[in-house]
């Protein structure tokens, strides 16, 4: 509308910021966005990215050794060089900072940078100047979130990890996450002496059990000294400039480095939520409707700041979703079921659907298909990994409620599999469709009689 100076304001260039503004503005809408960190958010800058190119990284170790029962001779031992990864990594996130501004630019959407605070439903303020929007969305994302213990200001979190100046001989990661569990992997296949720490007896809550327990098996395996039902109480400095960490069970480890991956919460601080009357759940998430929308009409939020599911996918289909809703009139309601996921832990997780706990608590009576195998690949190598598949099968209808794998590029053999379980497959569907082989994705397609 005239009266205003943008059709979209969005504060936050993260993957749902800046999709909903790309959007809109090829839509012929006038938008802008401000930014105050980096573009591209933390999946770009400090988490999906860089992560997933440390686990190439960490992997390598691994493959130096496989190599040899492949005919492969190394002349000397491989090291590792940590400025090197890092550095590179760098290099890499610049250009994808570059390229979301280009994004940005291409599409006729104007960068403002600085910190945005909300003046009232339709004014947004950045380094003491005032913009004028017709709606305004909110996309800052999540920060890690770190406990008021004694000694905090000691440890880092995944926003400093990927940045370290020194590299670590032995690091404590802290938390029970997907976050936690895969740094632990990265760590311990760098070369770092590794513990994890968690305050309950088994990591990873809310993913099938069968695949926590499976993982917590692999990946004590490999190295990384698992801690449940501990916890830090406080942290201590000491003349070395090594932590000494004092745990809930008396015990006392030290490191050169702790890592809190402890969860994140919505980045709203110094917004001025409170000031329009932008409503906020207990842990500080921005209520929203079902087609975003707060509780000041003009304001619209997504992505990880309204904590429902925090996935860089989730948030771009958010932004599209958005987008429709307000200049297309697309009043469809975005779908939440059936959304893939992987964790990049050693070995890898993938998953899509429900857990088997999650179906009986539905009501659901089920079968079980359940495999565990040694990967063709370690038959000559000797190592001891192995891969778990799992699939959940509603018996009335024989729909495939839900598939979990550990393995091996198990995210990418997940992203296939997906699509089958978003369409509707049955389980017969799975069995008449022909393998491929030898891979180990075939065993989805060659699981033949109920585990239970």
């Not at 697309?330 to 659907?353: E, H, M, R, W």
């Not at 099968?393 to 495939?400: F, I, L």
Request: hydrophobic letters at 40%.
């Amino acid at each position: 509308m005239a009266q205003y100076d943008y059709d979209l304001f969005v504060i936050g260039a993260g993957s749902g910021g800046v999709r909903a503004a790309r959007m809109a503005a090829t839509l012929g809408k006038r938008v802008a966005v401000a930014e105050d960190r980096y573009l591209g958010g933390t999946c770009v800058n400090v988490g999906c990215v860089p992560k997933k190119l440390f686990v190439y990284g960490a992997h390598y170790a691994e493959d130096f050794h496989d190599a040899a029962a492949y005919g492969w001779q190394l002349e000397q031992a491989p090291t590792f060089n940590w400025a090197k990864l890092r550095d590179n990594k760098n290099k890499e996130i610049e250009r994808l900072n570059g390229v979301y501004s280009g994004l940005l630019e291409n599409a006729g959407a104007q960068l403002v940078n600085g910190t945005a605070r909300l003046i009232d439903g339709h004014t947004v303020e950045v380094n003491g100047r005032h913009y004028q929007a017709e709606n305004i969305l909110i996309a800052t994302g999540g920060w890690p979130f770190v406990p008021e213990i004694p000694g905090a200001e000691h440890v880092i979190t995944s926003n400093e990890v990927f940045s370290l100046e020194q590299f670590p001989e032995k690091v404590i990661v802290v938390g029970g996450g997907y976050i936690a569990v895969e740094f632990a992997g990265i760590f311990n296949g760098l070369g770092v002496e590794t513990d994890l720490i968690y305050r309950r007896d088994l990591f990873l809550r809310g993913f099938d059990k069968d695949i926590r327990e499976f993982v917590r098996d692999e990946v004590s395996k490999k190295g990384v000294k698992l801690n449940f039902n501990t916890d830090i109480e406080r942290v201590e400095k000491l003349e070395d400039g090594r932590l000494q960490a004092h745990l809930s069970n008396g015990a006392t480890m030290v490191a050169d480095t702790i890592l809190y991956a402890t969860g994140r919460q919505p980045k709203t601080a110094d917004l001025g939520l409170d000031q329009v009357g932008v409503a906020t759940d207990k842990a500080g998430a921005v209520i929203v409707n079902e087609h975003f929308q707060t509780s000041v009409p003009s304001i619209y939020a997504l992505g990880d700041v309204v904590g429902r599911i925090q996935l860089t996918p989730v948030a771009l289909a958010e932004g599209m979703a958005l987008v429709k809703y307000l200049y297309q009139g697309d009043k469809k309601v975005l779908d939440y079921s059936v959304i893939p996921t992987a964790v990049f832990c050693q070995p890898n997780i993938g998953t899509v659907g429900l857990s088997e706990e999650e179906a009986r608590i539905r009501g659901f009576d089920i079968d079980i298909y359940r495999s565990s195998f040694r990967p063709l690949k370690h038959t000559l190598t000797g190592s001891g990994e192995r891969c778990l598949m799992k699939m959940i099968v509603d018996k009335e209808t024989d729909r495939v409620l839900g598939v979990h794998m550990v393995g091996a590029e198990a995210g990418e053999i997940m992203q296939g599999i997906a699509v089958a379980i978003k369409a509707g497959a049955t389980k017969a569907i799975f069995d008449q469709t022909i393998g491929i082989h030898p891979t180990s994705a075939e065993e989805f397609v060659t699981l033949r009689e109920p585990a239970t």
